[in-house]
């Protein structure tokens, strides 16, 4: 390896583009002996340490553990990250945002500092083409191997290699490997930089900017600040890309890089303003132009909005971008807009965003819909808490109050504190973290009242604790067992143990082991019966106790049970067949949302019993019914497949690693079950079910719903229910038909004909009220009275409703000319009241919209309307009489004709 590189003079240096470093970059170390991955998902993967994905090397953290063996030892990705740790300063600054690329290459246990660094400085200098008197290395302290490889290998002087100390060149997070760095620095010149006569590498200024950072983990920190070398030592080397881009472009800011600008600019027009023409307007551009780089990255890799976890980082980003929105004049939705030119300007790197776009776009839309409509009303009542405060003199936003609009009007808390600040005050946020909490404990004492059989199972808590029952119903419904513990139930509760449980008793049994499925994980019990050879107990439930305990629930039908009998536990086949058959394709569902809807599709939600299947899940929209239709169909193809359905034991981890997904209200020990149907389907799952796909027979959809703010709801039904719903709709088809005098095959042939006849019949129906109305105008205009020069008529009609009298009254006023006109009726004890004006009576005075509501109060109504056009409604015929005469008095007086 030769130091130095080609000098190419950085002002003919080529300004790449964002996508182009991005190509050149993974292009470069590919050559090199690198394996391109694709950037991981921003969802961690087995890693509670982290929320979202935030560096390029966090996915890679089986590797460098040896938790997992490395596809290559020598790697090289662009990774998608996002950091929010200060989401309150993103846009007051140009210099950070939340959404950023990291460019990266790794060795795990391969190359070490002197390929590490040249690779560094021969993509800067040749591939890019960065001025090589530009760049400053930087290194550890009292890393002497880096400062000599720099110096010697690649022919830095001394003088511009740069020693710092363990706060800024040496990586480590607590115990575990760590290692010197190198850092790598770019003078972008005095006009960036800060004009002090020390201005050098480190200094805070914009003008020399750090663009890749080595990392050599070479040693093992136990923790205690004691570190030994390793044996296998890695590289982890990162760049934003961003930055280079900042740096190749010559632009000021990470804002104005090619791909960003294209936003910024996008925001611009939208708004009506420009960019760096108001730095407060500016301050909202980058938040926005930030802010939906995220959020489109977010939902791609499925992330749903909701109000914790993931789903609330995305939430947050969304509505703040939504607010600022608003602060630059923007009322209506436009985050969908600006999502789709994120898109259009990153999916040379990230094909999956024009492959998701529809669901993005989707759920965007319906996000920032949902907020709008919330944020007026939270927007209102905190500046009349504000307006309240400043009238007292206080600038300290009560918790209580700031809760509130976080609680009921879905106000995010961090928006609230944005607003507060921009009027120069704070939330006290001691008070709001304890009103949160009194709403958790608050739950969860809820939770803790109503538990499955309350407080009068409370004798189940004082079974032995060695007692336990082994659940041995996979694959069989009838075993022999020994009844451990009978309790009774007297009057209604579970009152006390009992050593023998005779006929007509009420009780529980307890035995060693069982068939019987108890409720669990969406699944609905087994019944059946428990029998010796002088009695017979109906299991009517199973439910799950504390420690590993079943208790079958029912009654004695017939002879005793006792304590230490030998019995026969027996659920009913039928039953189970059946149950198994709805929970399995529960399974087969699920995986048909997926494919349908897309991966943020999450069990929220399921009940199976031997008659039905529902399932709820996370979706943010109604599904369309071609959706639905498709979702059917893949169902019942699975089905058609006749799959075989196996199930394993294995542990979590080796589940997880074959993919396998976790269902809803389960609860997981060391060893899980993973139930499988063919290629289609892996889930953890401790229910029961089918051997074959084909056991189920055929699956159909009833219904799809919402429940609750993004969770929808698919009730379904198989085997053989599916045929006698068929015949049950068939039955329904034929009744309807003969009705209508026609047959099911012609039944949709003669609804149709009908709704043209009754449609017919309707016209010829309003033709004759017009030709009524016309008559009965005839004789009414003659009751018609001239005030100032106008015709006014005021006068009751015959039992007429609104829309008749409506038609008539317009007759009156186009035969009257310059006219205004009242009609009051009654029908069926209600009164309507008509009035209407011509242009001209209009100028004259009247107002029909006033007389309405000064008429409708005698008859126990209220109504109003336009100068020329109002009506009302009564419940109080009696007030006909003097509602006429003060109709005829407020028109005089509106005229001046009194």
Known sequence: MTGGGRKRPVDIMKKYGVNELRKMFLDYFERNGHLVLKSFSLVPRNDKSLLIINSGM?????????????????????????????????????????????????????????????????????????????????????????????????????????????????????????????????????????????????????????????????????????????????????????????????????????????????????????????????????????HIRSVTFMISDGIMPSNNGRGYVLRRLLRRAARHGRLLGIHDAFLTGLSETVIETSKDGYPELEEKKSMILSVIREEENKFNRTIDTGLSLLNEVIERLEKEGKNVLPGDDAFRLYDTYGFPRDLTEEILEERGMTMDSAGFDEAMNNQKQTAKSARETTNYMGKEASVFDEIDAELTTEFRGYGRTELTSEAIVLVSKPDGGYGAFADTLEEGDRGAVLTRETPFYATMGGQESDFGTIRNNHGLFRVEKAVHLQGGKIAHLGVVESGSLSVGDQVTLEADRENRENTCENHSATHLLQKALREVLGSHVEQAGSYNDAKRLRFDFTHFKAIDPDDLKQIESLVNGAIRKALPVVTREMTLDEAKKEGAMALFGEKYGEKVRVVSMGDFSIELCGGTHVANTRDIGAFKILSESGIAAGVRRIEAITGDRVLRYYEEMEALLKEAAKVVKSSPDKLSERLHAMNEEMKAKEAENEKLKAEIAN????????????????????????????????????????????????????????????????????????????????????????????????????????????????????????????
Request: hydrophobic letters at 35%; proline letters at 4%.
């Open 775 to 898: 008559a009965a105008a005839g004789s009414l205009q003659e009751k018609a009275v001239t005030l100032n020069g106008i015709q006014v008529l005021v006068t009751g009609v015959p039992s007429s409703d609104m829309n008749d009298l409506r038609t008539l009254g317009d007759s009156l006023r186009d035969k009257l000319g310059d006219a205004a006109v009242l009609l009051i009726s009654e029908k069926d004890g209600r009164v309507s009241i008509a009035a209407s004006a011509t242009d001209s009576a209009v100028k004259a005075g009247v107002h029909a919209g006033n007389l309405i509501k000064e008429v409708a109060a005698l008859v126990g109504g209220g109504g109003g309307g336009r100068p020329n056009s109002a009506q009302a409604g009564g419940k109080d015929p009696s007030g006909i009489p003097a509602a006429l005469e003060k109709a005829l008095t407020v028109l005089k007086l509106q005229l001046g004709a009194e």
């Open 58 to 290: 966090a996915p890679m953290k089986p590797y460098f553990t040896g938790q997992e063996i490395p596809p290559r030892r020598r790697v090289t990705t662009c990774q998608k990250c996002i950091r929010t740790g200060d989401i309150e300063n993103i846009g007051k600054t140009s210099r950070h945002g939340t959404f950023f690329e990291m460019l990266g290459n790794f060795s795990f246990g391969d190359y070490f500092k002197k390929e590490a660094i040249h690779y560094s400085w021969e993509f800067l200098t040749k591939e890019v083409g960065l001025d090589p008197d530009r760049l400053y290395p930087s290194v550890y302290m009292d890393d002497d191997e880096a400062f000599t490889i720099w110096h010697e290998q690649e022919g830095i002087p001394e003088n511009r290699i740069f020693r710092f100390g363990k706060e800024d060149n040496f990586w480590e997070h607590g115990s575990g490997p760590c290692g010197p760095c190198s850092e790598i620095y770019y003078d972008r010149g005095e006009k960036y930089g800060c004009g002090k006569p020390g201005c050098t590498v480190g200094c805070d200024c914009d003008r020399y900017i750090e663009v890749w950072n080595n990392v050599f983990s070479q040693f093992n920190n136990d923790g205690n600040g004691n570190y030994t070398e390793l044996v296998q030592k890695n590289i982890d080397t990162g760049m934003g890309l961003e930055r280079l881009a900042v740096v190749v472009q010559d632009v000021d800011s990470i804002f104005d890089v090619d791909t960003l600008a294209a936003l910024t600019a996008h925001v611009g027009d939208i708004a009506g303003v420009r960019y760096k023409s108001d730095p407060k307007k500016d301050v909202s551009i980058r938040i926005i132009t930030d």
